[in-house]
């Protein structure tokens, strides 16, 4: 392969005759454009190899990047650039003599600036969570009408930003049927099935298998910390609500709570995030004939690569026995997560919905519980539950904001 590991070349995009050669970082492009005052777009050259467009390298009605690793490592270095201002793209000859072009509009939305990567995973990625404590709620609580959410899909993209943004919203006015959670489950895309079913219900068996399915407190929780895959949004809807005082439900934002650990109780936020909890579900669901056996060790704060809170566990009901951790870890667990839980319990709001109310919620954040309640003979109290993945939801909220994306 040919040498060459000092570019000569800074173009100044539209004043196409007064492209100036300018000696470069080795192994960068730069571009800086005429009417973009100081700004600089900085580009690898490795990347703009591996991103070359050409019928060659990319297979563009599958969006694909082809592979090429016969040819060696892809680290060759540019020998010729030309910004076309007609056309507005910047036309690379390596030092290999293969040929590449890239739209302007293409490499500005591809801009490693600080600025342009915030607002791509802001605006494209995910529309970052807004959290919210006690005396936020009301302002916080989102309500569509059921109706509405089926039919038009500007209220489905409010919603599905609800969710993401305030992490839970409320549906008005669903019929009296079955089938609402799984109407609304496939509005957004696929339903989750899990060893519970593709739906739920949420009342008081006889053969209760799960403390949800009991009269009695459901204390704060997630909903299935016992899976790795674990359930993305959690669908209630309210058949028949109870008329005995309580069976109303109460909500936490986990994020905050978490948020709020972190600042005032820095220790107990590390232990938290850090050591591994056993969660776990054994049994069968009510006379269902598959017994599982459910085990996921995660602890009760996750963060993802970039430091963000992605998911919260906590299931008291569902916290196993066996703690696999060394001794003196399970001590400073105890504390740090009694600290979590009253806080999380200090920040709670009640509310009781009715029926024909749909209650949505992010049960990757959201920390949610019922108070006890008694059934009558004309009065049982009844939910219908589904489930949807984030993939599904994430993929919906863009095909609605983005509907002629095509990179
Ligand atoms: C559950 C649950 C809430 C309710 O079943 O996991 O949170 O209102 N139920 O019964
Ligand atoms: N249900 C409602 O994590 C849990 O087991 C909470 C889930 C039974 C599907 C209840
Ligand atoms: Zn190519
Ligand atoms: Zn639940």
Redesign the pocket.
């Known amino acids: 392969m040919l040498s060459c590991r000092y570019l000569i070349g800074r173009l100044l995009l539209g004043r196409p005759a007064s492209t100036v050669a300018r000696s470069l970082a080795p192994g960068y492009v730069e571009i800086r454009e005429a009417n973009h005052g100081s700004e600089v777009l900085k580009y690898p050259q490795i990347w703009l190899r591996d991103n070359c467009q050409c019928p060659d390298c990319f297979h563009a009605s599958t969006r694909a990047r082809k592979s090429h690793w016969e040819r060696g490592p892809l680290n060759i270095e540019v020998s010729k650039l030309n910004y076309n201002p007609e056309q507005q793209k910047l036309e690379v000859t390596w030092q290999d003599d293969h040929q590449s072009t890239y739209d302007m509009a293409w490499l500005r939305e591809r801009d490693f600036g600080e600025a342009a990567r915030k607002r791509y995973l802001e605006e494209v990625y995910k529309p970052p969570p807004q959290l919210w404590g006690k005396s936020d709620f009301p302002a916080m609580r989102r309500e569509f009408d059921y109706q509405d959410v089926l039919e038009k899909d500007k209220v489905l993209r409010s919603w599905l930003e609800a969710l993401a943004v305030q992490g839970f919203a409320i549906l008005k006015e669903a019929p009296d049927d079955v089938n609402v959670a799984r109407k609304l489950a496939e509005r957004i895309g696929y339903i989750k099935r899990t060893t519970y079913g593709d739906v ?1 219900e ?1 009342k008081s068996k006889p053969n209760a298998g ?1 403390y ?2 009991l009269m009695t407190p ?1 204390p704060l ?1 997630t ?1 299935m910390p016992y899976y790795e895959y674990k359930a993305g949004i ?1 669908i ?1 809807h ?1 058949l028949v609500q109870s008329e005995s005082l309580g ?3 109460t909500l936490t934002d986990g994020f905050n709570v978490a948020a709020a650990l972190q600042r005032h109780h820095p220790q107990d936020f590390e232990v938290l995030r850090s050591v591994p909890v056993n969660w776990f579900d054994i049994g069968h669901d009510g006379d269902a004939d598959k017994p599982f056996h459910s085990l996921w060790r995660a602890p009760v704060i996750c963060l993802d690569v970039d430091g963000q809170f992605a998911r919260i566990n906590q299931n008291t009901t569902k916290r196993d026995s066996r703690f696999t951790v060394p001794l003196d870890r399970a001590m400073a667990w105890y504390e740090a997560y009694n600290k979590f839980l009253s806080l999380a319990q200090s920040e709670a709001v009640e509310f009781k ?1 009715q029926a024909g109310d749909v ?1 949505v919620f992010n049960n990757l954040r959201m920390l ?3 108070t006890a309640y008694e059934d009558a003979p004309g009065n049982k ?1 009844h ?1 219908v ?1 589904a489930y949807v993945d984030w993939d599904i939801i994430y993929s919906r909220l863009r095909t609605l904001k983005f509907p002629h994306a095509r990179d």
């Open positions: 739920f949420v799960n949800a399915y459901l929780h909903d959690n209630l309210t069976g109303a439900n919905t209650f949610h519980g019922r109290r939910l539950g």
